[in-house]
């Protein structure tokens, strides 16, 4: 009994040495190698451009209330209650939010190497020895063997490798989050656009309906002419000729409104086959979104943020690849129970353990590690031209849509002229055939001015609702860069992270 007594008194001192260690190293840990991040810059404008001497107001309501829900611009409640079932039942959001919770994961993943590692082990081998080996007390016997074994090993955080691998992860998280909110509004402005071409075909499709029962009264009265004998034959053909055409026309409309409609029925998440919607005109005006300022649209486009957080990310593998030129200290521990017979397994002197520390460090690599560290600043490098390239894109399309909308508004109006001169024109030539003056040959020719220009101007009412659509989102659709996750979201599952990354 001895033996297990001089045991115990012997593990004490290691202990407290250990931990003497243990103080020492935690009061190094603050030492983090790699640049600190800054985020980089970008060159904006003091204005846009094309917001000079436009006289264009913000719109109503106020930015501030458009947020998230920024469709309510349009007082469409058809398109309300079609919008509220993206961020649910949409499956490239779903999928984009899964993302961001693997992204979520991966922190948990880096933050659980500043903890150590424990492991335990259990076993039992029946095994007999060669009585043929010289110098051996085990020879020829056949031994069982108990054995259960627990180690636990820790690698302080001395150059701040993990903890920059945390700080990457977390920037990643974020972006996958930003990312997430860029899917979520690509898919609800995409079902605005689709949504306001369906009413624009439906509102096409009113007009060629009407048109054809204009037509079908002109046939008739030249049907009737042509039975007094006032009107030729020539001009029945030519009646008969236009409608049939504009009946055509009016069916052609039906393929893109199922197109349109299926395209909206799976953004919501539905079989096209059990998906419709009821016909009706366009009824919504565009909008012109408050542009605001040129900077600020660098906190309220959720593209331009991820691409910031890439940057982050890519500051914080610097830091990493730096540390791998310091040498890693790695503390371990083994306790256990081992012995040949069971009943003395559970006995103090069956006990085991080790305890000591690892330095190890790579000495020579011929460049390795070097190369990582300058591919990781190759990687910044990128990841900053990209911010950059997708700062300058963001101002282009504004720019774009804010042109779209201030050329489309004058094309609305010479159109809306042009139409009604086509209508008066077609009035005119409509009584001189009845008057006898002309043929219906110039009758046709004034149908089909006035059915263009009449086409001619919903077009360009679906464009401007198209071009009012895409400039809020441009502008981020009311996003903003604080509807990012936090650090404790990321860090805690519990919290509400998912909320954020997919509806701002």
């Known amino acids: ?27 190094l840990t603050a030492c983090t190698v790699g640049p600190d991040y800054v985020k980089p810059s970008a060159t904006t404008a003091a ?35 079609l919008e509220q079932q993206v961020a649910n039942a949409n499956q490239n959001v779903q999928a984009a939010e899964a993302r ?74 974020q972006a996958s989050a930003a990312d997430a909110q860029a899917v979520l509004l690509s898919m609800q402005a995409e079902l605005a656009t689709d949504y306001f071409e369906l009413r624009g075909l439906d ?9 054809i029962e204009a037509y079908k009264q002109a046939l008739d009265l030249t049907q009737h002419r042509y039975a007094g004998g006032i009107a030729t034959d020539a001009d029945v053909a030519q009646a008969q000729t236009q409608l049939k055409t504009t009946q055509a026309q009016a069916l052609d409309l039906g393929v893109q409104r199922a197109q349109l409609e299926h395209a909206i029925a799976i953004l919501i998440g539905q079989p096209p086959s059990t998906f419709s919607l009821p016909v009706a005109p366009l009824a919504a005006v565009p909008v012109v979104a408050a542009a605001g300022v040129p900077s600020a649209l660098l906190e309220r486009r959720p593209d331009i943020a991820a691409a910031e957080r890439h940057v982050a990310d890519m500051n914080a593998q610097i830091g990493v690849a730096t540390a791998a030129f310091f040498p890693n200290l790695i503390l371990s521990v083994t306790g256990g129970l081992e012995a040949t017979n069971y ?14 520390p690892t330095l190890a460090g790579t000495l020579l690599d011929f460049g390795g590690r070097a190369s990582v560290k300058e591919q990781a600043r190759a990687h910044y490098d990128e990841s900053v031209a990209q911010y950059r390239q997708t700062v300058l894109s963001a101002f282009g399309q504004v720019e774009d849509n804010l042109a779209a909308l201030r050329v489309l508004e004058q ?30 040959l110039d009758v046709v020719v004034a149908q089909t001015t006035a059915l263009t220009n009449e086409r001619d101007a919903v077009s360009i009412a679906r464009r401007r609702m198209a071009a009012s659509v895409a400039l809020i989102k441009a502008l981020g659709g009311g996003w903003d860069a604080s509807a990012l996750p936090t650090d404790e979201q990321i860090a805690h599952p519990s919290a509400p992270a998912s909320d954020a990354a997919t509806r701002g």
Not at 7 to 22: D, E
């Open 343 to 356: 009943s003395q397994w559970l006995l103090a002197p069956s006990r085991l353990w080790s305890l000591g």
């Open 100 to 173: 961001f919770r693997a992204a979520r994961a991966t922190v948990a993943q880096y933050r659980s190497s500043f903890f150590p590692v424990v492991t335990a082990t259990g076993a039992y081998s029946r095994a007999r020895s060669s009585e043929n080996v010289l110098h051996k007390s085990t020879a020829g016997l056949t031994l069982n063997d108990y054995l259960v074994q627990a180690d636990a090993s820790w690698e302080p955080d001395l150059w701040g490798r993990v903890s920059r691998s945390v700080e990457g992860a977390k920037a990643e998280a």
């Open 411 to 440: 094309e609305a109006t010479a159109q809306d002229d042009a139409v009604t001169a086509a209508q008066r024109a077609l009035a005119v030539v409509s009584n001189r055939y009845k008057n006898g003056a002309i043929t219906y």
């Open 1 to 27: 009994m001895n033996a297990p007594a001089s045991r115990r008194r012997f593990v004490a001192p290691p202990l407290r040495a250990s931990a003497l260690a243990l103080a020492s190293v935690c009061a």
């Open 47 to 81: 204005t846009y451009k094309e917001l000079e001497g436009t006289g264009w107001k913000p719109a109503q309501p106020a930015d501030t209330l458009t947020r998230g829900a920024w469709w309510s611009v349009y007082a469409d409640p058809s398109l309300d209650a």
């Open 203 to 211: 509102q096409e499709r009113q007009l060629l309906d009407d048109t």
